[in-house]
């Protein structure tokens, strides 16, 4: 069975998403780990709660970015994962973890990539007047929210309330974000 470990930064309902479709079998493969780099996040309760073991590695802790980066390549490298999920992981990822794990980084955006990188493309696209929205998965390179897309999901929306907007982006997300790991393993 694959082996996937799921960063994330905040709320975490992607995570628990692909975390409860491996439970369920609806992904055949295994949550070895979550791991967050802000204590506190929501994220790290909800690994708790799914029994998905969390670690907390806060950058600021660490000499450098590349020892905190070594850090997580010796807990990737101990758990043999497959695939590594970024979920809402507010951090760009450095020259240590895609030397060491580059083709095997995915990460899900809120926005029909190119348009709208960064980290508030709900707010960007919604601001901008957008009438179309959607969910880009693709491949981690250094540049942020650049590298190959593997998946997207555009849907319209034409509504006046950024949060009604926000609940349809992350539905988008979690049923895409399932989908693709599934293709993907
Ligand atoms: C998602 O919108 C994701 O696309 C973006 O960060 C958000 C994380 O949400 N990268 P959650 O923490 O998974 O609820």
Do not use: W
Not at 130 to 136: D, I, L, M
Not at 137 to 160: C, M, P, T, W
């Amino acid at each position: 069975m694959k082996k996937i470990a799921i960063f994330a930064s905040g709320g975490g309902s992607n995570f628990e998403a692909i975390a409860a479709a491996c439970l369920s079998g609806e992904i055949e493969a295994e949550v070895v780990l979550m791991l967050c780099d802000k204590a506190g996040a929501g994220v790290i309760e909800r690994a708790e709660r799914l029994g998905i073991k969390a670690l907390v590695l806060e950058p600021k802790s660490f000499g450098s970015k590349s020892e905190y980066e070594e850090r997580i390549v010796e807990a990737l490298d101990a758990l043999q994962v497959d695939l590594v999920c970024l979920a809402g992981y507010m951090r760009i990822v450095g020259d240590t973890l895609l030397q060491a794990y580059e083709g095997r980084i995915i990460n899900i955006h809120p926005s029909l990539l190119p348009a709208f990188k960064g980290a508030t493309a709900i707010k960007d696209a919604f601001e901008y007047g957008v009438k179309v929205f959607g969910v880009s998965i693709h491949y981690v390179n250094k540049e942020l929210d650049g590298g190959k897309i593997i998946a997207q999901r555009a849907f319209s929306y034409e509504g006046e309330s950024q949060e009604e907007l926000e609940t349809k982006v992350h539905a988008v997300e979690h049923k895409l974000y399932i989908e693709t790991i599934n293709k993907l393993i």
